[in-house]
């Protein structure tokens, strides 16, 4: 089993800036791609950003390309998502999840463990 643990969300104004972590615990954590997605009320959940097992390539929606920066750290067993220029529409539950797949995937249903999410409001 793995569990997964965000935090840092909150309410933020335009323009604004947050960093969502995320920590990993049980099974093999550095071995796997890790990805953030993102879910809007009334939405379907969509990809964010994705970083593979060593941290040397990462992959982002082109909505938050140049905005958003993903991180980890594997001897904190921890993934980053560093939001800067946060826009309104960046409003959402953000979850970190594991990849099982191998390589990077922008598809939710190739990610088996999920966190319990945490609530990012962009709003003035």
């Known amino acids: 089993q793995v569990q997964l643990v965000e935090s840092g969300g909150g309410l933020v104004q335009p323009g604004g800036s947050l960093r969502l972590s995320c920590v990993a615990s049980?099974?093999?954590?550095?071995?796997?791609?890790m990805g953030w997605f993102r879910q809007a009320p009334g939405k379907e959940r969509e990809f964010v950003a994705a970083?593979?097992?060593?941290?040397?390539?990462?992959y982002y929606a082109d909505s938050v390309k140049g905005r958003f920066t993903i991180a980890r750290d594997n001897a904190k067993n921890t993934v980053y998502l560093q939001m800067n220029s946060l826009k309104p529409e960046d409003t959402a539950v953000y979850y970190c999840?594991?990849?099982?797949?191998?390589?990077?995937?922008?598809?939710?249903?190739?990610?088996?463990?999920w966190g319990q999410g945490t609530q990012v409001t962009v709003s003035s």
């Open positions: 999840a594991r990849d099982r797949t191998g390589g990077i995937s922008v598809v939710a249903v190739s990610y088996d463990y």
């Open positions: 049980g099974r093999t954590f550095s071995g796997y791609t």
């Open positions: 970083i593979n097992w060593s941290g040397g390539f990462t």
